[in-house]
Nanobody
């Protein structure tokens, strides 16, 4: 499985921010696949943001200040992350990954939120 993140790069504080993860090598609706979003702010550890599974069930981090929603588009074989009320605290490298008996990671995309 290969994953590729795409995001806006440099953005100003805004009501919403969206990232997408394009998957190849497996269909996102394939049985027992779990698709995750993780981020790493500068100088900090990894933070799990949420996930969506093979049955289109979402899971969200309760500690995330910027409320997030995760959706999928089976026609594009993509899953997306939308953050709300985006501030400079959301500056991070954003990763998508997959779990299906083992982990597969995207290379990450830098998102910088600055006014």
């Amino acid at each position: 499985v290969q994953l590729q993140e795409s995001g806006p790069g440099l953005v100003k504080p805004s009501p919403t921010l969206s990232l997408s993860c394009t998957v190849s090598g497996a269909a996102i609706a394939s049985n027992l696949y779990y698709w995750n979003w993780i981020r790493q702010p500068p100088g900090k550890g990894l933070e799990w943001l949420g996930a969506i599974d093979y049955s289109d069930s979402p899971y969200h981090s309760l500690s995330l200040k910027s409320c997030a929603s995760i959706d999928r588009d089976t026609s594009k074989n993509q899953f997306t992350l939308q953050l709300n009320s985006v501030t400079p605290e959301d500056t991070a490298v954003y990763y998508c990954n997959a779990f299906h008996y083992k982990w597969a990671w995207g290379q990450g995309t830098q998102v910088t939120v600055s006014s």
